[in-house]
């Protein structure tokens, strides 16, 4: 079984930086895309940026040159970098990544991390 824990949440004043970081573990051969989603109360869940197995990026417009995705292959973990951080940022984020065990590609999902930025 693949698990994805994501570590890194918490509050922190507009203009501050958080660091996410979410690890995946259990019997992996490969991962491919890895990804950000977050969801903020009322709203539905939307991609804040993503990452593929070479290194090619994807973000949001509203994140875009402020947070930086990354991976580390040889550690199964993928980061999302929040710099200038704003209130409307206040989500509960969530990582995914598809994951390549016994012979399948499986869409996996982490349990999410709350951030809240306070203005």
């Known amino acids: 079984q693949v698990r994805l824990v994501e570590s890194g949440g918490g509050l922190v004043q507009a203009g501050g930086s958080l660091r996410l970081s979410c690890a995946a573990s259990g019997y992996i051969f490969s991962i491919d895309d890895m990804g950000w989603y977050r969801q903020a109360p009322g709203k539905q869940r939307e991609l804040v940026a993503a990452i593929t197995s070479d290194g090619s990026t994807n973000y949001a417009d509203s994140v875009k040159g402020r947070f930086t995705i990354s991976r580390d292959n040889a550690k199964n973990t993928v980061y999302l970098q929040m710099n200038s951080l704003k209130p409307e940022d206040t989500a509960v984020y969530y990582c995914?990544?598809?994951?390549?065990?016994?012979?399948?590609?499986?869409?996996?999902w982490g349990q999410g991390t709350q951030v809240t930025v306070s203005s």
């Open positions: 995914n990544a598809d994951v390549v065990s016994d012979y399948r590609k499986r869409h996996y």
